[in-house]
C-alpha cells in the first residue's frame, strides 16, 4: 500500500507541476549564476537554491524508484532523469570540475516532464534513419560539386578552389547560404558564366535539400500525433500496484473473524 500511495502521489498532477516549477527556477537560478554582478550580491543565496532543487530531484527520483522498483528503468524517460541528475550528483572538485558546468543539463527533465515535448523529441529520433540518408545524399552531393568546381575554378586563383579540400569546405559554406554571392561576384570577374554553376547548385543543394530534412520532420511528426500515446511503465506499474492491494485487501476481508 504505501508503493502504491507514492506511486499516486508522484504521478499527480500537483506533484508534476511542482517539479516543473522546480525545473525552472533552478535554470534560472543556473543562469543568474554567470552573472558575475548577481553573483557578487546573491551568490549563497544562488548556490542555497541550487543544492536545495537537486535534493528535490533526489528525493524525486528516490521516491519513483521506491515506487516502481527495477521497473522504473523499463521507461526511457526516466532513464533520461536518472542520468541528468546521477551527473549532478558527481562531486565537482579537482578534474571533475568541468562537471559543474553540465549541472544546466538539469533544464532538460522539461522535456522529460512535459507531454508536447516528449511527442518533438520522439519524432526527431524516429526522423534519424531518414535524416542520415539524406546527410549521406548531401555528402555525394557536396563531393561531386566539389569535383566540378574544382576543375571549372582551379585555374583562377583563387584560394578557396585550389584544391578539392578547400573547394568542399567552400561548397559546405555555400550550401548553408553563408556569403555564396560574394563567392560568386570574385569568381564572375574571371569566368562569367561562374553564375550558372552557383545557381544550380544552390537550387539543388541548398533549397531542395532544406525542403527534403523539413519534409522529413513533418513526416515523423504526423505520424506521432496520429499514433495513440503510449502509456508509461510507471503508470502501467501504478495500475498494477493498486490492484495488487485491492486484492490484499478482499482476501483480508473474507478471512473468519476469530
Not at 40 to 65: H, K, S
Request: proline share 5%; net charge neutral.
Amino acid at each position: 500500500m504505501a508503493r502504491a500511495r507514492i506511486g499516486q502521489l508522484v504521478e499527480s498532477d500537483r506533484f508534476q507541476m511542482f517539479v516543473l516549477g522546480v525545473i525552472v527556477v533552478n535554470a534560472i537560478t543556473l543562469g543568474a549564476e554567470t552573472s558575475t554582478v548577481l553573483h557578487a550580491n546573491f551568490g549563497p543565496l544562488l548556490t542555497m537554491v541550487d543544492r536545495l532543487a537537486l535534493a528535490i530531484f533526489t528525493l524525486e527520483l528516490g521516491a519513483r524508484l521506491y515506487a516502481f522498483g527495477w521497473r522504473f528503468f523499463k521507461d526511457p524517460w526516466n532513464v533520461f532523469d536518472f542520468v541528468i541528475v546521477a551527473i549532478a550528483l558527481i562531486p565537482a572538485a579537482g578534474p571533475l570540475s568541468v562537471l559543474r558546468s553540465l549541472r544546466i543539463l538539469r533544464a532538460l527533465r522539461l522535456v522529460a516532464m512535459v507531454p508536447s515535448m516528449r511527442r518533438v523529441v520522439t519524432a526527431l529520433v524516429r526522423s534519424i534513419p531518414g535524416l542520415l540518408s539524406l546527410c549521406g545524399l548531401l555528402a555525394l552531393l557536396v563531393y561531386i560539386g566539389g569535383v566540378v568546381a574544382s576543375n571549372l575554378f582551379g585555374d583562377t586563383g583563387d584560394p578557396r578552389f585550389t584544391g578539392l579540400g578547400p573547394t568542399l569546405l567552400t561548397l559546405f559554406q555555400i550550401t548553408t547560404g553563408d556569403g555564396w554571392s560574394d563567392v560568386m561576384r570574385d569568381l564572375m570577374e574571371q569566368k562569367p558564366l561562374a553564375w550558372i554553376f552557383f545557381l544550380v547548385y544552390l537550387m539543388v543543394g541548398t533549397f531542395t535539400m532544406l525542403n527534403l530534412f523539413i519534409a522529413v520532420v513533418c513526416s515523423a511528426m504526423q505520424e506521432e500525433i496520429t499514433l495513440p500515446a503510449p502509456r508509461s511503465a510507471s503508470h502501467d506499474d501504478l495500475l498494477l500496484q493498486e490492484v495488487r492491494a485491492l486484492r490484499e485487501e478482499v482476501r483480508a476481508m473474507k478471512q473468519p473473524v476469530q
